[in-house]
C-alpha cells in the first residue's frame, strides 16, 4: 500500500499534486508571455507598410479602393472627415499606388501616385481626398 506524504504547509502552497509553488514566481511568467504578446503584436504593424485614406471632403466616400502590384485594398465607405487605415503585405513587385474613389454624389476620382516595391518596411502613404482630388505623400 502506497505512503503519501503531505509536504505542504501554510507558508508554502501546494498544487494538486503536492509541489511547492510561488504565486509571484508565475504571475511573472504571466506578466513576461502577455508583455511579448502585446510587443510581437505592436511590432508586426510598425514592420508592415500601410495606406491611409483621409477624406477631407465635406461628403462621404462612398467606395475607396487601391491597387497595387501583388494585391488590392478595399477601404469601403469613409464618412466626411474621417480616414481608414489598411496595412498589406510586404511581398510586392514593382509598381504605383493606383485609386478609384467614388464619392456619395457619383463623382469618381481616379489615378495613380507614389512608388510600391518589395519589403518596403514601415512605409507610409496617405491619400488625401478632397471633393474634386486626390494628392499623396509619405510622412516620414
Request: aromatic share 8%; hydrophobic share 40%.
Amino acid at each position: 500500500m502506497p505512503i503519501y506524504v503531505d509536504m505542504c504547509s501554510t507558508e508554502q502552497p501546494c498544487d494538486l499534486f503536492g509541489e511547492k509553488k510561488s504565486m509571484k514566481l508565475v504571475l511573472k511568467v504571466v506578466a513576461v508571455v502577455v508583455s511579448a504578446a502585446v510587443v510581437l503584436y505592436h511590432g508586426y504593424f510598425y514592420v508592415l507598410p500601410s495606406v491611409t485614406v483621409i477624406n477631407n471632403a465635406d461628403i462621404t466616400i462612398s467606395n475607396a479602393r487601391v491597387e497595387l502590384p501583388n494585391s488590392g485594398l478595399d477601404f469601403g465607405s469613409i464618412e466626411a472627415k474621417g480616414k481608414n487605415t489598411i496595412y498589406y503585405s510586404l511581398e510586392q513587385s514593382d509598381g504605383q499606388y493606383q485609386f478609384h474613389i467614388t464619392m456619395a454624389d457619383g463623382a469618381i476620382l481616379s489615378g495613380r501616385c507614389g512608388y510600391v516595391t518589395n519589403s518596403e518596411i514601415h512605409k507610409r502613404v496617405r491619400l488625401l481626398v478632397t471633393a474634386d482630388q486626390v494628392s499623396c505623400d509619405s510622412p516620414s
